[in-house]
C-alpha cells in the first residue's frame, strides 16, 4: 500500500518550485515598488513679486510646476502674483512672519534693510555674468554668506535659494537717446538696489518703485526715464507705450538672479525628500529659465524694433566708463560695514581666479558672430 502522508518526489519538486517563484515574485515586487514616503501633502501660499503679465511671473509659475510634479502631488505650491496677499514689497515680510509661505523675488527689493542684500542678486560689474554669480553662491562660499546675512545678521525666519541666471539689463527707457554722462543728471529714475546709489552718484534722482508701478508713473510724469529688466518683461509691461527710446547694454545691473525663499518654520517641518525637490528644483528652474530668457527676449527685441517702432541705442563707452566709476565709489563707502566688506572680499576672489580662467580660454563672440553674418566691426 502506498503512504499518502508522504510527498511523491514530483510533488515535492512542484512545492519547491512553486515556492521558489513565491520568493522570487516578492523580491520583484520589492524592486518595482520600494518604500514609499508618507510625508503629508503640504500646500504652500507662494506669491511673487510680479504682475500676472509679467514673463518672471510665468518663471515663478515654471519653478512651482517642477516642485508640484517632482512631488508626485505630495507638495504644491499655490502660484500668487503680486499683490495678491501683500504688496511686491511686503513679500519678504509676509513669508517671514508665515503670512506666506513662499516667495519669488529679487534680493535687492530688500536692499532697505541690508546694503549686502544687494550683493546676492544685483552684484558689482567685476567682469563676471550671472551664472558666474550662481557658481559663486554654489562653490564660492556665496550661499553660506547669504545664510549668514538672512539668519544671523536680520535674524529672518527664511529659508532662500538664488535661481535664474539674468543677463545684463539694459540701460533703460528715456524720452532722448543717452549720449554722455551728463544726459543722466537730475532725471527722475526708477531703479533697485545698488543700482540706485550708483545713479544718485551719477547725478540722478532715483525713485526705488516694484515693477508694475514704472509704467503709470512714467505716464503720469512722475518719472524721466526708467529701467526694469527685459525686452519680454519691457514689452508686456507697456514701456513702448510711454517711451520709444531703449537703450541697451550698461553696468548697472549687468548680472542678477532670482531669489526664492521659504517661511524657515514651514520648510524645517517638510521630510527630508520635500526640502530636497524644494532646493533641485530652484536648480532646475534656473536652467530652463536661461534657456526660455535667450529665445523670448531675443523674440521681444526684434518686436519691440519692428511693430513697436521703438529706437534701440547701445549706450556709449562714456556712460559706461562713467558707471564703473560711480561704482567705485559706492563700494568705497559701502564697504565701510564690515559684512558689506566681507562679502566683496569673497566676490572679488572668485571674479578674479575664475574670470581670468575664462578670458584667457574663451575668443570673442563678436568675432565670431562677424565672420559669419557678414556684419562689420
Request: aromatic letters at 10%; a positive charge; proline letters at 4%.
Amino acid at each position: 500500500m502506498t503512504d499518502t502522508t508522504k510527498p511523491t518526489k514530483a510533488a515535492s519538486r512542484r512545492r519547491f518550485i512553486g515556492g521558489a517563484g513565491l520568493a522570487v515574485g516578492a523580491a520583484a515586487a520589492t524592486v518595482a515598488m520600494p518604500n514609499v514616503s508618507r510625508a503629508q501633502t503640504v500646500t504652500m501660499k507662494y506669491q511673487s513679486t510680479w504682475p500676472t503679465k509679467d514673463i518672471f511671473h510665468e518663471m515663478a509659475g515654471d519653478y512651482a510646476t517642477r516642485v508640484n510634479e517632482m512631488s508626485g502631488g505630495r507638495l504644491k505650491l499655490e502660484v500668487l502674483a503680486a499683490g495678491s496677499v501683500v504688496p511686491a514689497f511686503g513679500m519678504q515680510d509676509a513669508v517671514h512672519s508665515g503670512v506666506l509661505d513662499a516667495g519669488h523675488g529679487v534680493t535687492a527689493y530688500w536692499y532697505g534693510k541690508h546694503k549686502a542684500f544687494s550683493l546676492f542678486g544685483t552684484v558689482p560689474p567685476f567682469g563676471w555674468d550671472a551664472n558666474g554669480v550662481l557658481a559663486w553662491m554654489a562653490y564660492g562660499g556665496g550661499h553660506k554668506l547669504y545664510n549668514e546675512l538672512v539668519n544671523d545678521v536680520l535674524k529672518l525666519n527664511i529659508v532662500g535659494f538664488v535661481s535664474g541666471p539674468m543677463p545684463c539689463q539694459p540701460l533703460g527707457w528715456f524720452k532722448t537717446q543717452v549720449k554722455v554722462p551728463e544726459d543722466l543728471k537730475n532725471l527722475k529714475y526708477r531703479t533697485v538696489g545698488l543700482s540706485a546709489d550708483v545713479f544718485k552718484e551719477m547725478g540722478a534722482a532715483v525713485t526705488i518703485v516694484a515693477g508694475g508701478e514704472i509704467v503709470p508713473a512714467m505716464d503720469r510724469g512722475l518719472l524721466d526715464a526708467a529701467e526694469f529688466n527685459n525686452p519680454s518683461s519691457d514689452r508686456v509691461l507697456g514701456f513702448p507705450d510711454v517711451s520709444k527710446v531703449y537703450m541697451l547694454q550698461s553696468w548697472h545691473q549687468a548680472a542678477e538672479c532670482f531669489e526664492i525663499i521659504f517661511n524657515k518654520t514651514k520648510f524645517d517641518g517638510l521630510a527630508a525628500e520635500q526640502k530636497a525637490i524644494l532646493k533641485y528644483a530652484a536648480e532646475a528652474a534656473s536652467s530652463d529659465m536661461s534657456w526660455k530668457a535667450l529665445d523670448r527676449y531675443s523674440r521681444d527685441l526684434a518686436e519691440l524694433q519692428t511693430k513697436d517702432k521703438v529706437k534701440v541705442f547701445t549706450t556709449p563707452r562714456p556712460v559706461l566708463d562713467a558707471q564703473l566709476k560711480a561704482w567705485d565709489t559706492v563700494l568705497t563707502e559701502q564697504r565701510k560695514e564690515a559684512f558689506f566688506d566681507k562679502v566683496v572680499k569673497s566676490q572679488l576672489d572668485w571674479v578674479r581666479r575664475t574670470v581670468r580662467y575664462e578670458l584667457l580660454n574663451t575668443p570673442s563672440k563678436q568675432v565670431a558672430y562677424n565672420h559669419f553674418f557678414n556684419r562689420k566691426t
